[in-house]
């Protein structure tokens, strides 16, 4: 069955950055794009980033575009988000999620989030 | 850029029907998503491309879009049905942007 675990959350100062993974089992992972979105404590959904199967195309939401960087590693199973220059408002529960195949534009899988919070 | 507006909550007696709408100009036009979130888990997709359901999602869960307006209806509401329902839209290859509703939370009384 299709799993995301994503790992690396924790606790970071403003201005820091931190790196975030997600481990993909149970499906071709290198035949699909993969998102990540956030999710602030109490708050809504917002996407974050998308990179194609291959990596060739990357995509970011204004809001982390320059901080942000996503990445994968299609021989590992492995997708990274690189975030920088974090802020209070990167605060949140980071969810990767699989993109439908078949060039749909909804999330058909999510992983269980790990948290990152920037705090002094 | 969209604004996809959902009411905050919805509430609903068990066994009656519930419809949360997802509003923004033309949405008719756009596929629109619907996630189901419980506390404390991750969104599960619910219906996609308008009214599809994907595999293991009830036939009680259902969707429609035209207009201005698209609508999630769960018919035959259930308690474990409690929980925040999100619509999304992608903004199209000119505005890669996904965008999600503001999010409604379904109370079952």
């Known amino acids: 069955q299709v799993q995301l675990v994503e790992s690396g959350g924790g606790v970071v100062q403003p201005g820091g950055s931190l790196r975030v993974s997600c481990a993909a089992s149970?499906?071709?992972?290198?035949?699909?794009?993969m998102h990540w979105v956030r999710q602030a404590p109490g708050k809504g959904l917002q996407w974050v980033a998308l990179?194609?199967?291959?990596?060739?195309?990357?995509y970011y939401a204004d809001s982390v575009k320059g901080r942000f960087t996503i990445s994968r590693d299609n021989s590992n199973n492995k997708l990274y988000l690189q975030m920088n220059s974090l802020g209070g408002d990167d605060s949140a529960v980071y969810y990767c999620?699989?993109?439908?195949?078949?060039?749909?534009?909804?999330?058909?899988?999510w992983g269980q989030g790990t948290l990152v919070t920037v705090s002094s | 850029s969209y604004v996809l507006t959902q009411p905050p909550s919805v509430s609903v007696a068990p066994g009656q029907t519930a419809r949360i709408t997802c509003g923004e100009d033309?949405?008719?036009?756009?596929?629109v998503h619907w996630y189901q979130q419980k506390p404390g888990q991750a969104p599960v997709l619910v219906v996609y491309?308008?009214?599809d359901r994907p595999s293991g999602i009830p036939e009680r869960f259902s969707g429609s879009n035209s207009g201005n307006t698209a609508t999630l209806t769960i018919t035959r509401v259930e308690a474990g049905d409690e929980a925040d329902y999100y619509c999304?839209?992608?903004?199209?290859?000119?505005?890669?942007?996904?965008?999600f509703g503001t999010g409604s939370k379904v109370t079952v009384l």
């Open positions: 999620a699989r993109a439908m195949s078949g060039g749909g534009s909804s999330f058909d899988y």
């Open positions: 149970g499906f071709a992972f290198s035949s699909y794009a």
């Open positions: 990179i194609s199967y291959d990596g060739g195309n990357k």
């Open positions: 033309n949405i008719g036009s756009k596929s």
């Open positions: 491309d308008d009214s």
């Open positions: 999304q839209v992608w903004g199209g290859t000119s505005d890669h942007n996904y965008v």
